[in-house]
Antibody, heavy 114, light 107 residues
């Protein structure tokens, strides 16, 4: 069955970067979009961007241009999102989700604090 | 970007009630709307895609309808396990956009 296993919670300092992962299994990794979604505590869902692992094409929500960088490693069926120049506004749970967001990872809590 | 206006922000229902949530898109989304349920501390769960197609495992008390810019999502005979937040998503165009969410509570 389809599974998306995300990396563990991160506590990072303001101004730094963090890279979180999403390991896919149970389907052909290169054939389906992988999306990333942000959810701040108590808030709604915000679409960050999308990568097609088959060819590495990406599309970003303009709001996250320069903040998020999406990559994918076909050899390990793992998608990555790097967040840079972190501020308190980046403290959130970050989800990966595949296809029409039909399958989701468990989420990664990123806390930005000095 | 397509804006999704979801209402109401919150809803109070008794067990057995029927509730309806609406989403209006800022432009025609050609039925490319999905509905998600999210419980605290969990990832969202896809319930309905393409306006009215129930995902495997979605109970039949959930339904969706609409066309053009206007869509609705209903739960008939609300059960205690339905207490959650619900979100719409348009996926006709990138960037995908979510509605702001509706929190369903027990009266």
């Amino acid at each position: 069955q389809v599974q998306l296993q995300q990396s563990g919670a991160e506590l990072v300092k303001p101004g730094s970067s963090v890279k979180i992962s999403c390991k896919a299994s149970g389907y052909t990794f290169t054939s389906y979009d992988m999306h990333w979604i942000k959810q701040q505590p108590g808030n709604g869902l915000e679409w960050i961007g999308w990568i097609y692992p088959g060819n590495g094409n990406t599309k970003y929500n303009q709001k996250f241009n320069g903040k998020a960088t999406l990559t994918a490693d076909k050899s390990s069926s793992t998608a990555y999102m790097q967040l840079s120049s972190l501020t308190s506004e980046d403290s959130a749970v970050y989800f990966c989700a595949m296809g029409i967001l039909g399958y989701w990872g468990q989420g990664v809590m990123v806390t930005v604090s000095s | 970007d397509i804006q999704m206006t979801q209402s109401p922000p919150s809803l109070s229902a008794s067990l057995g009630d029927k509730v309806t949530i609406t989403c209006q898109a800022s432009q025609n989304i050609n039925k490319y709307i999905a509905w998600y349920q999210q419980k605290p501390g969990k990832a969202p769960r896809l319930l309905i895609r393409y306006t009215s197609t129930l995902e495997s495992g979605t109970p039949s008390r959930f339904s969706g309808s609409g066309s053009g810019r206007d869509y609705s999502f209903s739960i008939s005979n609300v059960e205690s396990e339905d207490i959650a937040s619900y979100y719409c998503l348009q996926y006709v165009n990138l960037p995908y956009t979510f509605g702001a969410g509706t929190k369903l509570e027990l009266k």
